[in-house]
């Protein structure tokens, strides 16, 4: 579970972050969007513990992040969108380095990083240097090392950047599968199919602040003809013009339905 209440980060007088509340439990897909300069990054990087909030409280797995960052780092699984790795080491070194890091070592640590290897289609690569591997590559490998210690929470930050279809599939049917097992996932994406494909629930946030939370039905349900009859079934809109009419981009979706 990822449980964030009342962020706030402010640089001198400007607050990029205001208030914002989420939370992803336990088996959810959690999807969190918003234009760029909304406070998207700013707000993964804090629940990361990258970045120190000027007020607020992150709670990873029951462990709150400012009183046991320790902890609640240990239970959490973090994706970056860009992989930084060590590439003069090889997918299994990197993999058997960062299990080093979270205390795994011992009976059973070359069995894990061989399952995560071929879980995300790298086994063939084992024994080769992360040079020699494509963005794409390394990004599968950043996602082997982000679930090697089986942490019940997973942040990820656009995961399917420099994917090819294949992978990118192998992603989803992955993430989906994790979350079928408990893990709490929140996902950040600009993507806004693979949100709609993938994700239980989504938050969209804008200028700082959150400004919508909920399924995509509810979603549809919040930018749908006022005239409608009251409860009458969401329609098929695409998250994209949902997202648009939220964020004050109809504009653009009218020059896209245009052209």
Same mark, same amino acid.
């Given at each position: 579970?990822?449980?964030?209440?009342?962020?706030?980060?402010?640089?001198?007088?400007?607050?990029?972050?205001?208030?914002?509340?989420?939370?992803?439990?336990?088996?959810?897909?959690?999807?969190?969007?918003?234009?760029?300069?909304?406070?998207?990054?700013?707000?993964?990087?804090?629940?990361?513990?990258?970045?120190?909030?000027?007020?607020?409280?992150?709670?990873?797995?029951?462990?709150?992040?400012?009183?046991?960052?320790?902890?609640?780092?240990?239970?959490?699984?973090?994706?970056?969108?860009?992989?930084?790795?060590?590439?003069?080491?090889? +997918?299994?070194?990197?993999? &058997?380095?960062? $299990?080093? /890091?979270?205390?795994?070592?011992?009976? #059973?640590? =070359?069995? @894990?990083?061989?399952?995560?290897?071929?879980?995300?289609?790298?086994?063939?690569?084992?024994?080769?240097?992360?040079?020699?591997?494509?963005?794409?590559?390394?990004?599968?490998?950043?996602?082997? +090392?982000?679930?090697?210690? &089986?942490?019940? $929470?997973? /942040?990820?930050?656009?995961?399917?950047? #420099?994917? =090819?279809? @294949?992978?990118?599939?192998?992603?989803?049917?992955?993430?989906?599968?994790?979350?079928?097992?408990?893990?709490?996932?929140?996902?950040?994406?600009?993507?806004?199919?693979?949100?709609?494909?993938?994700?239980?629930?989504?938050?969209?946030?804008?200028?700082?602040?959150?400004?919508?939370?909920?399924?995509?039905?509810?979603? @549809?349900?919040?930018?749908?003809?006022?005239?409608?009859?009251?409860?009458?079934?969401?329609?098929?809109?695409?998250?994209?013009?949902?997202?648009?009419?939220?964020?004050?981009?109809?504009?653009?979706?009218?020059?896209?339905?245009?052209?």
């Amino acid at each position: 579970m990822i449980a964030v209440n009342g962020l706030v980060k402010r640089y001198g007088s400007f607050t990029a972050v205001n208030g914002v509340s989420l939370r992803a439990n336990a088996g959810e897909i959690h999807g969190f969007l918003g234009p760029n300069g909304a406070g998207k990054t700013t707000t993964i990087r804090m629940v990361a513990g990258l970045l120190q909030p000027t007020a607020g409280r992150i709670e990873v797995n029951g462990h709150d992040l400012r009183a046991e960052p320790e902890a609640a780092k240990r239970s959490l699984g973090f994706i970056p969108d860009r992989p930084f790795i060590y590439e003069k080491l090889t +997918a299994g070194e990197f993999l &058997r380095f960062h $299990a080093g /890091l979270y205390g795994i070592d011992g009976y #059973g640590v =070359d069995e @894990r990083v061989s399952e995560m290897l071929d879980l995300f289609e790298l086994t063939p690569w084992k024994d080769e240097l992360v040079e020699a591997f494509s963005h794409g590559m390394k990004q599968r490998l950043v996602m082997c +090392a982000a679930f090697l210690h &089986r942490p019940q $929470a997973v /942040l990820v930050d656009e995961p399917m950047v #420099g994917l =090819d279809p @294949r992978g990118a599939k192998l992603i989803k049917q992955v993430f989906r599968a994790m979350a079928d097992r408990g893990v709490a996932i929140l996902m950040s994406t600009h993507t806004l199919e693979v949100a709609q494909e993938m994700c239980d629930r989504i938050s969209i946030i804008l200028k700082g602040q959150i400004i919508a939370h909920g399924t995509v039905d509810e979603l @549809r349900q919040m930018v749908a003809n006022p005239d409608a009859a009251e409860g009458s079934a969401p329609d098929d809109t695409p998250l994209t013009a949902v997202f648009l009419k939220l964020t004050g981009g109809s504009g653009l979706q009218e020059i896209d339905e245009v052209v």
